[in-house]
């Protein structure tokens, strides 16, 4: 457990006074549980009258604009703000912008740092309640993200129904209404169709988060993503990731390789790489390019090895073989050919280059067996860091006052 | 009597005695200002002081303009089959509120319009309603694209226009034969231009705006493609071709060539076409989900120029009721269509204005050419499309073209609220409209 609050940078709403931090520079005062007595700050272990022995008093919270609090006690404060800028909502990455991602990728590291605690727990949304409603089914996305609701005490539930039920027995407007009705505080949506999100958000009053709407937008895969390179490049600079700021991806040279005109993933990638600064190229044949790439600043390739020598990132999307085979491309075997990264391939990278891969993998197709098993393949920690960077986003967004 | 209908039955209409004051009469040989005075279901006259006898009924249409009752050549009013978002009844009615005393009904019904039987159905129930209800009768049976449908059967009982729209007749032999029998019969085939297989899971315009939002898109070639193909059989067949909802540029381009060439081919852009682009779609709001999709902004620029340049003929609402429930639905599951028969003449008004369009030339757009498009055009003995001139059938709009209003969707006529222009403030309304000689809306309200 850590000690108590130690003065720092703050990290969060400008203008709000520093109330302490932890060494990393993490500012966070004790949260109280709600509906239970105050807390003792800074002592570990110290429960409020309510809460179970099993979770953590402690819980980061970023720009709380306690003036008011002591880094002694948390007095009878409630909830406080964290002092999110960037809406109810984590619909686009765009909602974002660089500093909004910095922010959270903060936040994450804190509950990062809670996720290797022997009680990877802390009481910060307890008594919300958060839904999510997953059409297209999704079983890691949904298990990650109910993680993250749990560690921060939240109350989950689970619908996940059929793509095909969808407009055919209750509409999606009805289950999302029906769903508030029973008093959500928020929902993570998932769907095969662009734009439900956006949707939803305008039927109930509650914050959504998009975990993935058709070909649109995956902001949380992407966050992690960003955590994940920040991590990396922190370890090979010796350094701590909490002490990087944007500059880390400033100029890194990130290939995303494969179909990224059917991939969310692709277009809020490209979204967060431009507004950090990263260097970004396009791999794929042309009939898996977008018909337009306005607005999206990158270079294409039509050839990977062409650019493989220049590239510090490669981030392989999945070939959605039930579509492409026959249509977009060739045959598997052609693709794998042109834009896999082999085993052969994977001899010429440099010494530092990397591999990243939303998942789930179709071995022997984009990436061969030996890579993705290599150590320079990411896709594991991707995983691991998607629940810290959950836990950030549903605490950025309901950490707050309650209404 | 004066303001109480003295309408007695739908056999045997009894003359009404109205005066139109006040307004200024804009009909194809231009604008002036005038009194109308009506009487047994023709204008009786036009000068520019009437006296209204005792026991007239007087319209006020200061500062209006009094025109040929608008004619939408293109409106689905859903039935047979579709009776939950409209019926023709509804659909009639919102017409006539829109300024429109005539209307074609489209056959992609259920079952579709493509027997005599059916026409008839269609006509029985238009007989009852306050504006005009005209057929389009189906190209091929059932809208297959395979087999051509009874269409001498069908001109029989006065249909004119045959289309499959709702999709092109895919098959160009299919089309051509159609062309041919139709140019026999001195009817017009009318298509709905986009490539099935180029538009197969597409919901909005191919471009920037469906890339950044992820969207399936069907991209302007697809229509550009059959707009070439069909003014090419209609070269080759003689027949007439009628070239629905033309929403690109490049489609305009094709279409000025072959009026220039003097083919038989006509154009007609909607509303909608005229004012909204694909960013609409940005909020993910299924209500501006349509086929042919809005387009760009340079697009919009085309139709407009077109507008104005004559090279498009007609005005069409590609009216098309859904339920609040479908249109609820993901962009990518919803069906496509708007509403339009209400919002058409303020919509069209604003888009074209700016280019300063002369109100004869837009109601030229709305009105008269439809009309001949229809084959209702007073000039070949049908009661459509003026002039406002003594013995006339008196099929008249008054239009207010400043009047501001707010739409409402759930106090429009239609049965369905899929505008896409929901609670936006438009300027420019019809104040009356005069059907065979009955004011069937006066003051904006419909009478029956």
């Known amino acids: ?403 | 009597m004066e303001g109480e209908s003295r309408w007695s039955g739908v056999t045997d209409p009894h003359p009404f005695d109205i005066v139109i004051r006040g307004g200024t009469v804009v009909d194809a040989t231009g604008e002036r200002r005038a009194d109308v005075a009506v009487s047994g279901g023709s204008v009786v006259a036009v000068e520019p002081s009437i006296d209204a006898p005792a026991g007239a009924q007087v319209l006020d249409a200061d500062g209006c303009w009094v025109a040929p009752g608008l004619v939408d050549i293109h409106a689905h009013l859903r039935q047979p089959g579709g009776e939950e978002s409209e019926s023709v009844e509804t659909g009639a009615r919102a017409a006539a509120l829109g300024g429109y005393t005539a209307v074609v009904a489209m056959p992609n019904t259920d079952p579709p319009i493509d027997s005599p039987s059916i026409v008839a159905e269609v006509l029985a129930l238009g007989s009852k309603a306050i504006c005009r209800v005209d057929v389009a009768g189906t190209a091929t049976v059932g809208r297959r694209g395979e087999r051509l449908a009874p269409m001498a059967e069908m001109a029989r009982l006065g249909v004119r226009m045959f289309t499959d729209d709702g999709a092109a007749v895919a098959d160009s032999g299919v089309l051509r034969r159609a062309l041919e029998y139709a140019r026999g019969l001195g009817v017009t085939i009318a298509e709905h231009c986009e490539d099935p297989a180029l538009v197969e899971g597409g919901h909005m315009n191919e471009g920037a705006w469906s890339s950044r939002l992820g969207i399936p898109g069907r991209p302007a070639a697809a229509e550009e493609i059959l707009v070439a193909r069909d003014i090419e059989l209609a070269r080759l067949t003689g027949g007439r071709l009628h070239l629905l909802h033309l929403s690109t540029s490049r489609s305009i381009a094709l279409l000025a060539a072959a009026r220039r060439e003097g083919l038989a081919v006509t154009g007609e852009v909607t509303p909608h076409h005229l004012s909204l682009t694909d960013e609409s779609l940005a909020g993910f709001d299924a209500a501006f989900k349509v086929f042919p999709p809005l387009r760009t902004a340079d697009d919009v620029a085309a139709l407009r120029a077109a507008c104005v340049d004559g090279i498009v003929d007609a005005i069409a609402t590609d009216h098309a009721p859904h339920s609040a429930e479908a249109k609820d639905a993901p962009i990518e599951q919803a069906p496509p269509g708007m509403i339009g028969l209400e919002t058409a003449f303020p919509v069209a008004l604003e888009a074209l204005s700016a280019e300063g369009l002369a109100p004869a030339r837009l109601i030229a757009l709305m009105s008269w050419r439809p009309a001949r498009i229809a084959g209702i055009s007073t000039e070949i003995g049908g009661d459509q499309g003026g002039p406002v001139a003594p013995g006339s059938p008196a099929n008249l709009c008054v239009l207010d073209a400043t009047a501001n209003w707010v739409v409402e969707p759930a106090k429009l006529a239609s049965r369905s609220r899929n505008t896409p222009f929901a609670g936006c403030t438009l300027t420019g309304r019809a104040r009356h409209t005069i059907f065979r000689g009955e004011p069937v809306v006066v003051d904006g309200e419909a009478m029956r």
Request: with cysteine.
């Open chain 1, 1 to 403: 457990m850590t000690g108590g609050p130690v003065a720092g940078t703050r990290v969060g709403a400008p203008g709000a006074e520093t109330t302490g931090a932890d060494a990393r520079g993490t500012a966070f005062v004790e949260v109280d549980a709600p509906g239970t007595a105050s807390a003792e700050a800074g002592a570990p272990g110290a429960a409020s009258a309510k809460a179970s022995p099993e979770t953590s008093v402690e819980a980061g919270a970023p720009g709380a604009a306690s003036a008011k609090a002591s880094p002694e006690t948390s007095a009878e404060a409630p909830l406080l703000e964290t002092g999110w800028r960037y809406g109810r909502h984590l619909l686009s990455i765009s909602d974002l912008g660089a500093e909004g991602i910095m922010e959270l990728l903060h936040l994450a590291d804190h509950f990062a740092e809670v996720g290797r605690r022997p009680i990877p727990k802390v009481p910060a949304l307890r008594g919300r309640t958060i839904v999510t409603l997953f059409f297209e089914s999704s079983t890691r996305t949904r298990l990650s993200f109910e993680t993250a609701a749990r560690r921060l005490s939240a109350d989950v539930l689970t619908f996940t129904a059929a793509t095909s039920s969808v407009g055919k027995g209750e509409s999606l407007r009805d289950t999302a209404q029906t769903l508030h009705a029973m008093g959500v505080d928020a929902m993570v949506v998932r769907h095969s169709n662009a734009g439900v999100p956006w949707q939803v958000s305008r039927w109930i009053d509650a914050s959504i988060v998009n975990a993935g709407d058709g070909w649109h937008e995956h902001p949380t895969q992407v966050l992690s993503d960003c955590f994940t390179i920040r991590e990396l490049i922190a370890q090979r600079d010796g350094r701590q990731a909490e002490d990087l700021g944007p500059e880390v991806f400033k100029g890194l040279r990130v290939a995303i390789v494969g179909d990224v005109l059917h991939s969310r993933v692709a277009r809020s990638e490209v979204l967060a790489l431009n507004a950090l600064g990263a260097d970004v190229t396009l791999v794929s044949p042309p009939t898996m390019l977008p018909s337009s790439l306005e607005g999206w600043e990158v270079s294409v390739s039509h050839d990977l090895d062409d650019v493989m020598p220049n590239i510090d990132v490669f981030y392989l999307l999945r070939l959605q073989t039930e579509r492409g085979a026959g249509r977009d491309v060739p045959s598997l075997h052609e693709y794998t050919e042109k834009f896999g990264l082999t085993a052969r391939r994977a001899e010429s990278l440099s010494g530092h280059a990397v591999v990243m891969h939303p998942g789930p993998l179709n071995r022997g197709v984009e990436i061969a067996s030996e890579v993705a098993d290599s150590t320079r393949s990411l896709v594991l920690r991707q995983v691991a860091n998607g629940v810290s960077v959950r836990m950030a986003v549903l605490f950025a967004l309901l950490g707050g006052r309650r209404h």
